[in-house]
């Protein structure tokens, strides 16, 4: 069956980086588009980040532009998300997805990760 499996997550200062990582089992890896998601406490999800089949093609969520990279490396069915200039309302879960949809909607994904802790310390 289907598996995302993200890792990267930790407790970092503002200010900090961290990269998660989220690797595909079962899934072929390369026919999807693949997104970021995050959920603080309280809060609903919202979408982070896309990245198309080859990665030739990505979006943001506004405020993460300048800050967050995405991208995805087919050979090891692995997507990244470098995270930058880290601020406490950056701290929540945060989850991968593929689906065969575009953009930072939930609807357009279909196999979810069970995602990874960001926690940023002011």
């Known amino acids: 069956q289907v598996q995302l499996v993200e890792s990267g997550g930790g407790l970092v200062q503002a200010g900090g980086s961290l990269r998660l990582s989220c690797t595909a089992f079962?899934?072929?890896?390369?026919?999807?588009?693949m997104a970021w998601f995050r959920q603080a406490p309280g809060k609903e999800r919202e979408g982070v980040s896309c990245?198309?089949?080859?990665?030739?093609?990505?979006c943001y969520a506004d405020s993460m532009k300048g800050r967050f990279t995405v991208s995805r490396d087919n050979a090891k069915a692995t997507l990244y998300l470098q995270m930058n200039s880290l601020k406490p309302e950056d701290t929540a879960r945060y989850y991968c997805?593929?689906?065969?949809?575009?953009?930072?909607?939930?609807?357009?994904?279909?196999?979810w990760g069970q995602g990874t802790q960001v926690t940023v310390s002011s």
């Open positions: 079962g899934l072929g890896f390369d026919y999807y588009t």
């Open positions: 990245i198309s089949q080859t990665g030739s093609s990505t």
């Open positions: 997805a593929a689906g065969p949809g575009w953009g930072i909607s939930e609807s357009g994904y279909k196999y």
